[in-house]
T-cell receptor
Framework: QKEVEQDPGPLSVPEGAIVSLNCTYSNSAFQYFMWYRQYSRKGPELLMYTYSSGNKEDGRFTAQVDKSSKYISLFIRDSQPSDSATYLCAMRKTSYDKVIFGPGTSLSVIP | GAGVSQSPSNKVTEKGKDVELRCDPISGHTALYWYRQRLGQGLEFLIYFQGNSAPDKSGLPSDRFSAERTGESVSTLTIQRTQQEDSAVYLC??????????FGEGSRLTVL
């Protein structure tokens, strides 16, 4: 079993839809959770960063962490064609530990 | 520079040759990571440098892979006797504190 699992997609939605992206993980020691967005042929860029369980909102993006279920989610409201990218969840155990990434979900938002 | 810089951006080599990939992190960033990303795949952790601590090499796939970092500056990832399965994008990231990783654009390696 991989440490971090993520549905690879591809996921295709119409513009304006609400998108739900999810990851599950196996190691309960993970405490720091991140979502990165990666455009084609570019390096990943950070979207959301959360510590422990709970919700965090930033504009159209909401990150949720449920440590009891080892499950994290990223919601995108009012999706735009510019949101078309690969979304990678990532996590680590301590502030200065290595960061482990999920395999990524490819998202296409159709105008 | 303002961001993480990687070179070369593209490298085509023949099977069996050695390659060196370079990463210039953001100035002052104490942490530096190397990841491998095969086509259509996620990021595979390779190695992690944190300040003066011993590097975490747990992700290096074989003894053909090695990496060095001089202080808190440049890092070099070396792949010896390259194989076709080494073809991938090699991404470097740096971090200044407990926060986010800043990634470079990657070095795309093709082994013929």
């Amino acid at each position: 079993q991989k440490e971090v699992e993520q549905d690879p997609g591809p996921l295709s939605v119409p513009e304006g839809a609400i998108v739900s992206l999810n990851c599950t993980y196996s190691n309960s020691a993970f405490q720091y959770f991140m979502w990165y967005r990666q455009y084609s042929r570019k390096g990943p860029e950070l979207l959301m960063y959360t510590y422990s369980s709970g919700n965090k909102e930033d504009g159209r993006f909401t990150a949720q962490v449920d440590k009891s279920s080892k499950y994290i989610s990223l919601f995108i409201r009012d999706s735009q064609p510019s949101d078309s990218a690969t979304y990678l969840c990532a996590m680590r155990k301590t502030s200065y530990d290595k960061v482990i990434f999920g395999p990524g979900t490819s998202l296409s938002v159709i105008p | 520079g303002a961001g993480v810089s990687q070179s070369p951006s593209n490298k085509v080599t023949e099977k069996g040759k050695d390659v060196e990939l370079r990463c210039d992190p953001i100035s002052g960033h104490t942490a530096l990571y190397w990841y491998r990303q095969r086509l259509g795949q996620g990021l595979e952790f390779l190695i992690y440098f944190q300040g003066n601590s011993a590097p975490d090499k747990s992700g290096l796939p074989s003894d053909r892979f090695s990496a060095e970092r001089t202080g808190e500056s440049v890092s070099t990832l070396t792949i010896q006797r390259t194989q076709q399965e080494d073809s991938a994008v090699y991404l470097c990231a740096s971090r200044g504190g407990p926060g986010e990783l800043f990634f470079g654009e990657g070095s795309r390696l093709t082994v013929l």
